[in-house]
């Protein structure tokens, strides 16, 4: 037995190799509890919530290890939701409409995190000088994605008829180069493409016309039902994280857009420009709705529209309704 104030050296050697092993131990069992999620994104600001949850440590802080997939769109990848690629994924309303119905529902909404209203145009030549100068002409759309939902809504608003131009399949990032190769004389696109188009293009191209005051698009959180039904405190934790993200965007700017440039390989300085043209909000609320219906009616337009909506099993808002229930507050259509 060790009386008195002194240690004999060779105790506190064993003592202290204890104290590495118990915090090995511990770390160890740290990281074994970790579940691990696949999530997916655009590479675009507007999906700030994964970004900054990911890079700023949120994710694993609630337990989660989280693998971060980017595609040219968040839209285009949500389908991986379908066969359990990933477990959650940023996308437009119509992607996750769409996706729910051929899924029969293992697609579904969690909440709501950016409206874009201010981050949608037009892009032509520069000797095209309105929208019906663009008869007969080729307009680069990329499918599914938010940019082809703003064509839509243009055309609805003009009373353009579909047969008087040419749509052609073009993804967001080949978009400058379809159209310097004259693939092309105009397309619809969302920021930061916009940005990017405009330092490439210089004087060659124009802003035809914007988004504001006909189409806004918004970054909604999708997951895929069957992980969630069977990892119900793995999704509140993902939900909790995507809280404290918003949090951070909302009340540090200047650090949640260090955070997305890092992962984006982006200047920050674009970052924080385009966070401008965005309203953060985490709600599932009346204007959520809306939007959902309005997708419905958009691809309902351009035949897509498998079957009506299933609002009541699309949605799943328990989880955002325990973290933050001031922020849920709506009625669906049916």
């Known amino acids: 037995m060790l009386t008195g104030s002194r240690v004999p050296r060779r105790a506190v050697r064993v003592l202290a190799a204890a104290a590495v092993t118990i915090a090995a131990l511990v770390s160890a069992g740290a990281a074994d509890a970790q579940t691990k999620m696949t999530i997916t994104a655009g590479v675009d600001p507007s999906f700030a919530a994964f970004y900054v949850a990911k890079e700023g440590g949120i ?54 995190t950016a409206y874009l209203g201010k981050f949608y145009a037009l892009v032509g030549r520069q000797d095209i000088k309105s929208i019906d100068e663009l008869k007969g002409k080729k307009i680069g759309v990329s499918v599914g994605t938010g940019g082809e939902l703003f064509w839509v809504a243009l055309s609805n608003k003009l009373n353009l008829k579909a047969e008087d131009y040419k749509r052609v399949q073009v993804d967001a990032p080949e978009m400058v180069a379809a159209f310097e190769r004259g693939d092309i004389d105009a397309f619809s696109v969302w920021e930061p493409w916009i940005t990017r188009s405009s330092k490439a293009l210089g004087s060659k191209m124009r802003i035809i016309q914007d988004g504001q005051g006909i189409y806004g698009t918004r970054s909604m959180t999708y997951m895929n039902r069957d992980w969630v039904e069977k990892n119900p405190e793995a999704t509140r934790a993902f939900i909790k994280s995507l809280k404290e993200a918003m949090d951070v965007v909302t009340a540090n700017p200047s650090a949640a857009a260090k955070l997305v ?12 420009s385009l966070f401008e043209k965005l309203d953060w909000r985490f709600h599932i609320d009346q204007a959520t ?46």
Do not use: H
Request: hydrophobic share 35%.
């Open 289 to 334: 709705i809306d939007a959902f219906a309005l997708a419905e009616q958009q691809l309902e337009q351009s035949k897509k529209l498998t079957k009506p909506l299933d609002y009541k099993s699309f949605i799943v808002d328990s989880y955002l309704k325990e973290i933050v229930p001031g922020n849920v507050s709506y009625k669906t259509p049916r």
């Open 261 to 272: 440039a890092s992962t984006l390989k982006m200047e920050q300085d674009l970052v924080q």
């Open 59 to 112: 994710f694993q802080k609630n337990g989660l290890d989280v693998s971060l997939r980017t595609g040219p769109s968040g839209s285009s990848l949500v389908p991986l939701l379908i066969g359990g690629e990933s477990q959650a994924a940023q996308g437009a309303e119509g992607a996750g409409v769409s996706n729910f119905n051929v899924s029969n529902g293992k697609v579904v909404f969690v909440g709501e």
